[in-house]
């Protein structure tokens, strides 16, 4: 009975894991270069099995917690003829700076300019260029090329810092579209990334899909705590009749 509450427990508890997900995913089905965050789970021996080997006394195996991981699939590109606005075609992130002076990375290119003429995202960090500097920008007319650099009155200014991810499982989402690796994942990919001037990525959230999932995760959330209902009802028999002398 207590490896019952286990895995009820253990199911009750990845069912809320992915609700939060889901909700927070459809929270920012609108969010410019947004990357949906996802459940992993894996599966379990059992230890009896483990130091037995006996698989006729002991179940075989159950789920349990993975870990989180971000969806990476590119969302879709939208024309907006903004001077300020960047999207990144298939694999790559700009840098931008935190304010504790480390490098996130994003895909929103939503960027805006502050009072200094600096280049910032819409959270106001500083947009780096490929010498791991801040952009500033002077007053002109603003274009983009294919392969990020940008020019004001037709003279280049600056080269968007382009980078690629080795290994996508090592992401981690910080806030809104912010996301974090260590620097030994990623690479530079100037020259290998196309940019899309005066356009935006939008969010990779399938808001139909999102709320199929969630009605399914709802509904196995209820099943668990059904079956752990059962064994409450269960532990009160035994509680209650075990150990009676009758008669």
Known sequence: MQRGFFISGVAS?????RLDNITHNLANVN???????RSSFKTVL???????????????????MGSQYIDTKAGTIKQTS????FAIL???????KQQDGSVALTRAGNFRLDADSNLITQGGLPVLDNSGAPITLPNGEITGTSGGAIYVNDIQVAQLALVKVIDDQKLQQKEGTLLLTDASNIEPAVGDVVVQ???LEGSNVNSVLAMTEMVATLRAYE???KVVEQYNQLAGQLSSNVGKISG
Do not use: I, R
Not at 13 to 17: K, L, R, V, Y
Not at 31 to 37: D, E, I, P, V
Not at 90 to 96: L, S, T
């Open 197 to 199: 001037h005066g356009a």
């Open 223 to 225: 099943s668990t705590m």
């Open 82 to 85: 903004s001077a300020l606005d």
């Open 13 to 17: 508890t990845m069912a809320e894991n």
């Open 31 to 37: 969010t410019t270069g947004y990357k949906a965050s």
């Open 90 to 96: 298939a694999e790559g992130y700009f840098q931008v």
């Open 46 to 64: 059992s230890n009896n099995l483990m130091a037995t080997g006996n698989k006729e006394k002991t179940p075989a195996s159950y789920l349990s």
